[in-house]
């Protein structure tokens, strides 16, 4: 069927972190949900459940959320998992937290690329790990790795997991199979292991997404790779993700963790996972073609109108990173607060994503593009009278 993402949606009427922790009149383009419906084959797998008006104990071994995992897989990635190799978690943020236990021992170092998206550093200090950062390097318009530093960090003995996020938040950039690979080979020469966090792969618009696991026995071997229909199908409410390996030994960790952890899977949650996985590929090219253009209507806005914030087009996601430093706020805070207090538009402060944030603001494209066109006539009319103010 044909989804119309023109459409307006009022999210202030229920729960919505996105639409309720700012003051009605600011318009939210910040945390990683869209503001787009549902596919018809989700909203109906729920409006099953309502309608019996039982919200009882689900099965969680009827294996039906292993299975679409599987078939996911298999038709995406012509890669095949087993239901055994498949888990169920309720989101990526407690898959990180589920890896960052199962193979590291406290005090020891976790591995990742910053700016990064906040719960990578948040978890990893939270369950008394080390923080090893390995910043990405801004060159020519485009964030590359510097992989000398990777291996140097890798190397440490302290070290046992890289958190790759894949393609990667904040800064949209896809990994090419031969950076992928040569993480690949750092890490398995040095006994780390790769949580892969690939839940943004559904927006990619330059290059192609490449599958970790399926890169090589041993890209296989050394990973664990983790995903969610949450950010493609708009299902992060309905709290469901998965994670696999083809390593029976990393399965075992994680499984013990997972046991001792135990993640309960509500009667929603599955459902929708496995329709979602099965039934909605329809949806996932349509909403991915209507957020392109839309990345593609804001890179030339701020580009053309906007000259004072620096940004580019991301290879993948729905997120813009922005270069707000020709602003002058001499902090984070003042920073926060004009987009907030002046544009009345909440972004998510670059801070928070650790070092490479500085002086940066995250903007999520994923909404109508009335509502996009909006909030960036909002920064425009702000960020001329903060440049008329600088002289």
């Not at 503001?35 to 099965?59: C, L, M, R």
């Not at 498949?86 to 193979?103: D, Q, T, V």
């Not at 590359?144 to 990777?150: A, L, P, Y």
């Not at 618009?205 to 071997?221: D, M, N, V, W």
Request: glycine content about 6%; proline content about 6%; overall charge negative.
């Amino acid at each position: 069927m044909q989804y119309n993402f023109d459409c307006i949606i009022d999210r202030t009427q229920i729960d919505s972190v996105k639409w309720t922790a700012y003051p009605k009149d600011v318009l939210p383009l910040w945390v990683a949900d869209s503001d787009f419906q549902s596919p018809e084959p989700v909203v109906a797998a729920v409006q099953k459940i309502v309608d019996t008006k039982v919200f009882g104990y689900p099965n969680g071994h009827s294996g039906v959320l292993e299975r679409a995992a599987v078939s996911w897989c298999q038709r995406k990635y012509n890669f095949t998992f087993s239901e055994s190799e498949i888990h169920y978690c309720p989101s990526m943020s407690f898959g990180l937290a589920i890896a960052i236990r199962a193979f590291t021992q406290p005090g020891g170092k976790v591995l990742m690329q910053t700016p990064i998206y906040p719960p990578f550093t948040e978890l990893t200090k939270a369950n008394g790990r080390v923080c090893s950062m390995n910043p990405l390097k801004f060159v020519n318009g485009r964030y590359e790795v510097d992989f000398e530093d990777f291996e140097r960090r890798a190397a440490d003995p302290d070290c046992s997991l890289f958190l790759l996020c894949s393609p990667h938040n904040p800064t949209g950039r896809v990994f090419s199979a031969d950076e992928l690979n040569r993480f690949v080979e750092i890490c398995a020469a040095h006994d780390v292991v790769i949580l892969s966090d690939e839940v943004h792969s559904g927006f990619v618009f330059k290059g192609e997404h490449a599958f970790l696991p399926g890169l090589s026995e041993t890209a296989a071997r050394i990973s664990v790779w983790g995903s969610s229909p949450s950010k493609t199908f708009n299902t992060a409410g309905l709290r469901a993700a998965s994670l696999g390996s083809k390593n029976p030994e990393l399965n075992a960790k994680l499984k013990a963790e997972l046991t001792a952890s135990q993640p309960d899977r509500s009667i929603f949650s599955q459902t929708a996972f496995a329709a979602a996985w099965t039934e909605c590929d329809d949806y996932g090219e349509q909403v991915a073609a209507y957020v392109k253009k839309n990345l593609e209507f804001a890179v030339e806005f701020f580009r053309t109108r906007i000259p004072s914030i620096k940004t580019y087009l991301p290879d993948a996601t729905y997120l813009m990173w922005l270069d707000c430093s020709a602003l002058g706020f001499k902090t984070q805070t003042e920073l926060s607060e004009f987009f907030v207090k002046e544009a009345k538009v909440a972004l998510n402060p670059g801070e928070s994503f650790g070092p490479g944030g500085e002086q940066h603001m995250r903007l999520n494209t994923a909404c109508p593009r009335s509502t996009l066109e909006t909030a960036l006539q909002r920064i425009e009319a702000a960020a001329a009278r903060r440049c008329a103010l600088l002289g």
